[in-house]
């Protein structure tokens, strides 16, 4: 009878600590936001714009499980970085979001973002169907809409160019109508919510990509590539890649969830990339 109890003790035990591990481990990879710094030579980068730094984010996805007290903590990481402009690169917004009401308090959030060169906005697949809802929101905080159009950014005598597309599932993208007015030996950073896109962008000049989506997976098994990943995001999941088009593509995880409010060997991220002159190097 001792030994049986021994191990039938033994054996709760090991499962309460394996899910005890594996809740703490959930946890963790859910509310640690990671900074994730990188350098990136690119070609044609103007004098002026060598070593600018880029803030970006994606896939809040604002809603039950993304709360303006959450939000504001992403606000207050990525100030502290100090980049000289920021790109939020689409799905602000949950889907099972329906009222402006509901959102409020957390795009309002998103005002106090600060960078001398603007801070820039794409819609996902999940903000787009509402985005009517949440486009008024967004610009009276003075961030500045991207949907299929450009930004032409001025440092002295030089110009650097921020391309906004709209989103590829729900939206429509129009590549003429975005680089109409720039010229062809421009350097360009395209923002598009989704990433596996790239390849569609060989006759358009693309110094660098920056995109979401694909929240790295969100629930990642050790030692293996993600079970789950969406549409257009299976090519360019997570972080640098060379596109079949020839330009890098960076690909963030995101900060949110959804579907469930979870993380695991995908850690919400914050990504601060700085430039530099490909011949300067």
Aim: proline share 6%; hydrophobic share 45%; charged share 20%.
């Amino acid at each position: 009878m001792g030994k049986e109890f021994l191990i039938g003790f033994t054996t709760a035990l090991l499962v309460v600590l394996f899910a005890a591990t594996l809740a703490v481990g959930f946890f963790w990879h859910q509310q640690t936001l990671q900074i994730v710094r990188l350098s990136l030579s690119v070609d044609g980068l103007p004098p002026a714009w060598d070593g600018v730094r880029i803030g970006l984010i994606s896939d809040l996805h604002i809603g039950t499980y993304m709360n303006a007290s959450r939000v504001q903590r992403v606000v207050r990481r990525l100030n502290a970085q100090r980049p000289d402009f920021i790109v939020i690169a689409g799905d602000t917004v949950d889907v099972r979001v329906t009222e402006a009401q509901e959102a409020e308090p957390a795009l309002r959030a998103l005002y106090e973002l600060e960078a001398p060169y603007g801070v820039y906005l794409v819609f996902g697949n999940h903000d787009t169907p509402r985005a009517h809802l949440w486009r008024p929101l967004i610009q009276q905080g003075g961030i500045r809409i991207l949907e299929n159009e450009h930004v032409a950014l001025q440092k002295g005598d030089d110009t650097l160019y921020l391309v906004g597309l709209a989103d590829a599932l729900y939206g429509r993208i129009d590549l003429r109508r975005s680089w109409q007015g720039i010229p062809e030996d421009a350097c360009v950073i395209l923002a598009v919510h989704e990433p596996d896109v790239a390849d569609e962008f060989a006759d358009w000049p693309v110094a660098l990509q920056l995109s979401g989506h694909s929240h790295g997976g969100q629930i990642v098994l050790p030692f293996s590539r993600p079970r789950y990943l969406p549409p257009l995001a299976h090519k360019y999941y997570s972080g640098l890649y060379t596109s079949e088009a020839g330009h890098p593509v960076y690909t963030t995880r995101g900060v949110g969830t959804s579907q469930v409010p979870f993380r695991f060997l995908a850690r919400p991220e914050i990504t601060i990339i700085t430039l530099r002159d490909s011949e300067a190097c």
